[in-house]
């Protein structure tokens, strides 16, 4: 397969300028600098194996092994519906420490969000200002195609990706007017309020054909529609939600778990988070929306399907709690009733002391990189070789999500080995990869 080499500028556009976009600006900033290192990110700092019969470097960095674009030509834009600048952003969103953000001060107040398509609906808790005024969501989307094409043009970019860093918007479900671009494209034209902000940035991205992928867990690009738009322009797509935290852990353990024949009673999950997200995350329209991406993730690597005396019992629950003084700096419990031999039980506790946006950050990183590479390789639809950094993969119709960090991994590098026309390492582990591969 011919991948297009990563040249000129990568215009990185971001609606949704809070915490976790500011914490990956000022990132790659402070790398460009020479004053830190990208750890977390897959591809700055992960290395592949290929089999090349010792003729050769058999693990190389991935970023020396695919053709991505250079840090160095990376330009941010985004949008928010507040109009601090990154800078501003940043030191609100109290994620990196004051001296960090200083020394990068002048090149994060250069960039000042776009204003937003916002609708407080989706967002109780919000009450921003900076916002777009427009008579449809049609006029909306137009205006934000015309953001778009001014950014690429006045920044000097090549290519464009788009990822979604905004808030949770509330719980909706697939319905008529998502069905089809048809449906979808009236919607817009008679504001139909089933129709997010959130699609309505995804519909301006996959007309220009700039790929999108979908950092929170609202439904977005995950709608027949946009699927449909997504193919028509040969664009790339793929969330939802980052998975970074407690869901990281959990398909970290739970794999570990069913692959010993472990059972598993229960699972009690709770976070306490005192930053915007969990501000937002308090209204339980929008709670919901994050606990249905939080919940999948169990029954899918357990599969009591499968073995129904081991988890037909499980009990999965999850509870986030607004706690102000932790700001982003989020605890997470984990209660775990498993049973071994003859049923015994035993229990596993996890007290996760992270940091939201410094795991978040490296994943919009790499996300905005293989979509770009995804790209210059001429796929397009639904890309599950990314689901390794979803809470909630996006499927093609009729597939199985994976959960399971490890076989996500395997698919994620079979994916780059076969784009680069090398020898597959674990076949098995290609699956739908391989489809999409070659589709
Ligand atoms: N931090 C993590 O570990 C993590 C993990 C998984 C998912 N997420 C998701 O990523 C998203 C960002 O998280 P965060 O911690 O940066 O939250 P945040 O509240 O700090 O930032 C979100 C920003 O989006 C803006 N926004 C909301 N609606 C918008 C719209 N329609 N257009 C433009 N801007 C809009 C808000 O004003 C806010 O500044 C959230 O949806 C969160 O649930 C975060």
Redesign the pocket.
């Known amino acids: 397969m011919e991948v297009k080499e990563a040249a000129g500028r990568l215009g990185v556009l971001l609606?949704?300028?809070?915490?976790?976009?500011?914490?990956l600006i000022a990132g790659v900033e402070a790398i460009k600098k020479g004053s830190a290192q990208p750890i977390g990110s897959i591809t700055q700092m992960g290395h592949i194996h290929l089999d090349r019969k010792n003729n050769g470097d058999n693990y190389p960095r991935i970023k020396d092994f695919v053709p991505l674009a250079r840090l160095e030509d990376i330009v941010f834009g985004?949008?928010?519906?507040?109009e601090?600048n990154v800078y501003e952003?940043a030191s609100r969103?109290k994620v990196l420490e004051p001296g960090t953000l200083l020394a990068l001060r002048s090149e994060l107040e250069a960039i000042k969000?776009m204003k937003?398509?916002?609708?407080k609906s989706?967002?109780q808790n919000?009450d921003?200002t900076h916002?777009k005024q427009g008579a449809t969501k049609m006029a909306l989307a137009k205006a934000l195609m015309d953001d778009i094409i001014s950014f690429r043009d006045t920044r000097g970019c090549d290519r464009l990706v788009m990822v979604?860093?905004?808030?949770?918007?509330k719980y909706t479900e697939v319905a008529d007017v998502h069905e089809s671009l048809a449906a979808f494209e009236k919607g817009l034209k008679e504001n139909d309020p089933r129709i997010a902000?959130?699609m309505?940035?995804a519909y301006a991205a996959l007309k220009l054909g700039v790929p999108f992928l979908n950092?929170?867990?609202?439904l977005t690009v995950d709608i027949p529609a946009l699927v449909e738009l997504a193919a028509q322009t040969r664009t790339p797509i793929g969330g939802k939600?980052?998975?970074?935290?407690q869901?990281l852990m959990k398909t970290i353990l739970a794999p570990g778990l069913q692959a010993r024949a472990l059972g598993v009673k229960g699972w009690f999950s709770t976070n306490i988070l005192g930053?915007?997200?969990?501000?937002?995350?308090d209204q339980p329209d929008n709670f919901r929306t994050?606990e249905v991406s939080k919940l999948s993730v169990l029954e899918d690597i357990l599969r009591p399907d499968l073995s129904p005396e081991l988890y037909n019992d499980l009990y999965h629950k999850i509870r986030i709690e607004y706690y102000p003084p932790h700001r982003?700096n989020?605890e997470s419990w984990d209660n775990i009733d498993i049973f071994g031999w003859l049923g015994y039980s035993m229990q596993i506790k996890i007290n996760f002391l992270?940091r939201?946006?410094i795991?978040?950050?490296p994943?919009v990183l790499d996300l905005a990189l293989f979509g770009d590479l995804a790209k210059r390789a001429g796929l397009s639809g639904v890309q599950e070789w990314l689901s390794f950094y979803f809470?909630s993969p996006q499927t093609a119709p009729g597939f199985r999500p994976e959960h399971d960090i490890f076989k996500q991994l395997t698919v994620l590098q079979n994916a780059l080995r076969k784009l680069m026309g090398e020898e597959l390492v674990n076949p098995e582990g290609l699956t739908y990869a391989e489809e999409e591969i070659t589709a």
């Open positions: 609606p949704g300028m809070g915490a976790v976009a500011t914490t985004g949008w928010d519906v507040y601090d952003a969103a969000p937003a398509v916002f609708d989706y967002i919000l921003g916002t979604w860093c905004g808030s949770t918007e902000p959130s309505i940035y950092g929170a867990p609202n939600d980052f998975k970074t935290g869901t930053n915007r997200d969990g501000y937002v995350l994050k982003d989020k992270c939201d946006s795991l978040a950050a994943l809470k």
